[in-house]
């Protein structure tokens, strides 16, 4: 009888313990510290990141889930009340697939999400976040579509951004041909069935026509017909455009650029920040893309001792320049920091308490980062950051 009284005991007392403990999935805290990096004090916060760690978009995840590492790395080594536990899971660029890593990410106790990595992976998670009310930053999904509902039009007051969005980078693109080449007969190669190029087109297209952009071309194509562009070449060559731009990925970009070197053509190729990761790519010459032009809120040739400490951590531990990506999910690390100092959140709380606290505060915070300095939001998600134009010279970016 003494026996079984005394095992009752300890089941209460261990019952009691894990409830203490937040054992809950969206009660993460207090379990996470034996996998946490340095700092002291209490358990560390439970972080997630989501991408395409294989496929065909995987220079972009890996990018984003080596660039919140360092963050992690830097923020637990500092020592301060603010520690990270840190798990990336790989969707290989896919809205479903994406879903199901967030679930995954969740089930392990993820408390705030730096992710996903693209925009139809981010937009399929955001809904789910929002239904959930987990904190949800993504580091480079840039459609609007991911901050407002598109069916409903509300805004998805817990998702936010730290790239500029597509609407930003049309209409930064037209301000700057228009400004820097006036008299340019302009193309455009999009894709129409890619929400992130659909957008940045659009809105491009709109703000090119109230500059007086001579827009003299557009031709577009979709997923099943990126690997030849031998159509879409020869007709804006034929429509006499000497710029073209490319609100594309790097991988269509890298086609495009080796066929126009094939058939002699050779305008001015101005692209977004999407094309980030082509000077990497696997069996593409990077001669290639010497001149090309683009928008980003990175460059890793910037001067700034910020920027240079990054460069080198990042080479010293993955062998590689980092990309405006990486930028951008180290950003997203230190934003949440930030937040979370702001709001005077605890590792003991729940995702979805996290979550209110955070969403209140992310309207007044002000971030210097690698990709923006002054780094504000706005309550639809939006960031608000300046985009910086570049120009690939002997493979590496540099200001024009």
């Known amino acids: 009888m003494k026996k079984k009284l005394f095992a009752a005991?300890?089941?209460?007392?261990?019952?009691?313990?894990?409830?203490?403990?937040?054992?809950?999935?969206?009660?993460?805290?207090?379990?996470s510290g034996d996998s946490s990096d340095g700092g002291s004090g209490g358990a560390a916060f439970k972080i997630g990141t989501i991408g395409p760690l294989t496929g065909d978009y995987a220079i972009y995840g890996k990018a984003v889930a080596n660039g919140a590492k360092i963050a992690v790395d830097e923020?637990?080594?500092?020592g301060g009340d603010i520690r990270f536990e840190f798990q990336s899971e790989d969707d290989m660029g896919d809205g479903e697939t994406s879903v199901n890593a967030y679930n995954n990410l969740m089930d392990w106790g993820m408390q705030l999400l730096v992710g996903p990595t693209?925009?139809?992976?981010?937009?399929?998670?955001?809904?789910?976040a929002f239904e959930e009310r987990t904190f949800m930053l993504t580091p480079s999904g840039s459609s609007v579509d991911i901050v407002i509902d598109s069916n409903t039009g509300a805004n998805?007051?817990?998702?936010?951004?730290?790239?500029?969005?597509?609407?930003?980078?049309?209409?930064?693109?037209a301000d700057y041909i228009a400004e820097n080449y006036p008299d340019a007969k302009v193309a455009v190669i999009y894709q129409n069935d890619n929400a992130y190029s659909q957008g940045i087109r659009d809105t491009f297209v709109s703000e090119a026509a109230v500059k007086g952009v001579n827009i003299v071309d557009e031709e577009t194509f979709t997923t099943d017909t990126q690997t030849n562009f031998s159509v879409q070449l020869t007709a804006v060559q034929s429509a006499g455009a000497d710029l073209v731009f490319l609100p594309i990925y790097y991988q269509p970009a890298s086609v495009i650029l080796t066929q126009a070197n094939q058939m002699g053509y050779a305008p001015t190729f101005f692209g977004v920040d999407g094309m980030d990761g082509i000077l990497t790519m696997e069996g593409f010459d990077p001669a290639l893309a010497e001149g090309v032009m683009l928008l980003t809120p990175f460059s890793a040739d910037a001067e700034d001792e910020r920027t240079q400490n990054f460069v080198k951590t990042y080479q010293a531990a993955y062998g590689e320049l980092p990309n405006q990506f990486a930028a951008d999910a180290y950003d997203g690390v230190y934003i949440v920091k930030a937040a979370l100092e702001a709001a005077g959140c605890t590792s003991d709380m729940s995702s979805t308490d996290l979550c209110e606290a955070v969403t209140a505060v992310m309207t007044s915070l002000s971030v210097d980062g690698l990709t923006g300095q002054g780094m504000t939001w706005a309550e639809d998600g939006q960031v608000s950051k300046a985009p910086m134009a570049v120009v690939i010279q002997d493979g590496v970016y540099v200001t024009p």
């Open 9 to 31: 005991l300890m089941a209460m007392v261990m019952v009691l313990s894990l409830a203490a403990c937040g054992g809950g999935n969206n009660d993460a805290g207090g379990d």
């Open 75 to 78: 923020i637990n080594a500092a």
């Open 118 to 128: 693209t925009t139809g992976a981010s937009i399929a998670v955001a809904a789910k």
């Open 156 to 173: 998805r007051d817990n998702v936010f951004q730290v790239c500029f969005t597509d609407p930003n980078q049309g209409t930064g693109s």
